[in-house]
């Protein structure tokens, strides 16, 4: 699937729709097969025990995938989450960014289907796994 917006304007884009969360998330890699994006972990995404909390994680995933979808579609700001199912399956590190890897499964006229896996920085094994569903808006 070809990119339509490229994570030049990506960028922008997200801090114009989501000023609420600017500077908590980043894009290290954007591409036909995968986009691998950033929580700058700081205080405030953590848990009691000093690990990031699930909903932290749960953002990540959330916004991994509307990415990889507008990636794809354009600025379509008003794509919505329909569905989300996240495995949380071990501890993030302390003090690390946690990494999501998010993969575009099926663009259809309506709905948007991710796979997005959850990393905490310098660890090889995956601390959550995330399929989320996004509903399209139609087109006019």
Do not use: W
Request: charged fraction near 25%.
């Amino acid at each position: 699937m070809q990119i339509v917006l490229p994570k030049e304007e990506m960028e922008p884009f997200l801090d114009e729709v989501f000023p609420q969360v600017k500077g908590m998330f980043g894009i290290d890699r954007l591409d036909e097969d995968m986009l691998v994006m950033r929580l700058f972990a700081d205080d405030r995404h953590l848990r009691p025990g000093g690990t990031v909390s699930g909903p932290a994680m749960f953002s990540l995933a959330d916004v991994a995938a509307y990415v990889v979808t507008m990636s794809r579609i354009g600025r379509e700001a008003l794509a919505v989450t329909t569905n989300c199912s996240i495995d949380f399956m071990r501890k993030p590190k302390s003090g690390r960014d946690l990494l999501a890897h998010a993969r575009l499964l099926k663009l259809g006229r309506a709905l948007s289907v991710t796979d997005v896996l959850l990393f905490s920085e310098g660890m090889d094994a995956p601390v959550a796994r995330a399929s989320l569903t996004y509903s399209l808006p139609p087109k006019r």
